[in-house]
């Protein structure tokens, strides 16, 4: 088992910037994929994006490009969601989720393990 936990999460205006973490622990020597999540009240939990542990790139939604940053500590098993220029539909509970493969991509069938999300809230 992989247990993750997030924090990070809070209230913050427009133009803001948070980060948010994910410490994974337990089983992490099965994990290859990190992946971020959001889900905002009433929709579906969407892909931001995503980063192996064993290095490359990491990889975005369209509509966070250029404005979030995915980093990873491998000696600290955690990964971070840097969030620059926030915007109002920013706001979601947002999800970590640890994955077996080193293809899962943006779909959220594919990962494995989620942690319990936490709030972003950004106001205008």
């Known amino acids: 088992q992989v247990q993750l936990v997030e924090s990070g999460g809070g209230l913050v205006q427009a133009g803001g910037s948070l980060r948010l973490s994910c410490a994974a622990s337990?089983?992490?020597?099965?994990?290859?994929?990190m992946g971020w999540f959001r889900q905002a009240p009433g929709k579906d939990r969407d892909f931001v994006g995503m980063i192996r542990w064993s290095g490359g790139s990491a990889y975005y939604a369209d509509s966070v490009k250029g404005r979030f940053t995915i980093s990873r500590d491998n000696a600290k098993n955690t990964v971070y969601l840097e969030m620059n220029s926030l915007k109002p539909e920013d706001t979601a509970v947002y999800y970590c989720?640890?994955?077996?493969?080193?293809?899962?991509?943006?779909?959220?069938?594919?990962?494995?393990?989620w942690g319990q999300g936490t709030q972003v809230t950004v106001s205008s």
């Open positions: 989720a640890a994955s077996g493969s080193s293809y899962s991509g943006s779909s959220a069938a594919n990962y494995d393990y």
């Open positions: 337990g089983r992490t020597l099965s994990t290859r994929t």
